[in-house]
């Protein structure tokens, strides 16, 4: 009876991380929606990069994404959700966005009232770039 109490506690901590790190998913309803990109900051220089033109991140339901500039999509593709223990929530799309929001490393994600940051995920001299809800 000892030894099955000991197996069954050493599987459920085995098991538990793997389970918590899935149910995050790209099903996240406070990611789902449009993003305005507002500012960008970072990079080896530390500036400010303000778009010049309108850039709008769109994450949906079912796991694509799609980037609009000045209303025309120029990117679009699959993105996942991870849980990192160190950094927190972690978006991984399947294509480099734009220069400054490379999709390549992910992005480490905050949510906030109606504010979307994006960190480059493990890049100590990346950028955060900052986005507003919109839909």
């Known amino acids: 009876m000892k030894n099955s109490l000991v197996?069954?506690?050493?599987?459920?901590?085995f098991i538990f991380p793997f389970n918590s790190c899935n149910k995050d998913g790209a099903s996240n309803p406070r990611l789902i929606g449009q993003w305005q990109l507002e500012s960008t900051t970072g990079g080896i220089s530390g500036g400010t990069i303000k778009p010049s033109e309108k850039i709008?991140?769109?994450?949906?339901?079912?796991?694509?994404?799609?980037?609009?500039?000045?209303?025309?999509?120029?990117?679009?593709?699959?993105?996942?959700?991870?849980?990192?223990?160190?950094?927190?929530?972690?978006?991984?799309?399947?294509?480099i966005l734009i220069v400054f929001l490379p999709g390549v490393n992910?992005?480490?994600?905050?949510?906030?009232?109606?504010n979307l940051?994006?960190?480059?995920?493990?890049i100590s001299d990346g950028y955060s770039h900052y986005f507003k809800r919109i839909k």
């Not at 197996?7 to 901590?13: F, K, R």
Request: glycine residues 6%; charged residues 15%.
């Open 117 to 122: 940051t994006l960190t480059d995920y493990m």
């Open 106 to 114: 992910g992005e480490i994600y905050a949510i906030q009232n109606n």
């Open 56 to 95: 709008v991140l769109i994450f949906n339901q079912d796991s694509t994404y799609a980037l609009k500039e000045d209303g025309t999509i120029t990117v679009n593709g699959y993105y996942h959700v991870k849980y990192d223990t160190t950094y927190g929530k972690v978006v991984y799309l399947d294509a």
């Open 7 to 13: 197996v069954l506690l050493t599987a459920l901590i």
